[in-house]
């Protein structure tokens, strides 16, 4: 088993088992990336997978098996996946401790060794 790059709370695990449940992903791994884009240069990204590729990292969190791409396992390294409920709805929050710099919507980043490819906004 490989180490743990990213840390899911138990919040977000619930709103991403409910998130399977609906999509009938039960059995899905949950993916997270990063690309490029976005106003800082990289951007983040979850979704649901079927398989472990290769390169992947594989753990397990809360009963969520989670992969995480090696190249991108240093950009995210420590990075905290929360979910917050609030009067506007609620959403998934991402707080990554490499990140440099960050866009005011919070969704694209950099770090001190990459700054992706940015977009105008």
Do not use: W
Request: hydrophobic share 35%; net charge negative.
């Amino acid at each position: 088993m490989s180490q743990e790059v990213v840390i899911i709370t138990e919040a977000a695990a619930l709103q991403i088992k409910d998130m399977m449940k609906q999509g009938e992903e039960e059995h899905a791994l949950l993916r997270v990336a990063v690309k490029g884009g976005g106003c800082s240069g990289l951007s983040y990204g979850m979704g649901f997978a079927h398989e472990v590729e290769e390169n992947d990292m594989q753990f397990e969190q809360h009963g969520i098996q989670i992969v995480v791409n090696q190249e991108d396992a240093s950009i995210l390294n420590g990075t905290k996946i929360d979910y917050k409920q609030s009067m506007m709805g609620g959403g998934f929050t991402i707080d990554n401790p490499n990140a440099i710099a960050s866009c005011g919507c919070g969704s694209s980043f950099r770090t001190s060794t990459n700054a992706g490819t940015p977009e105008e906004c």
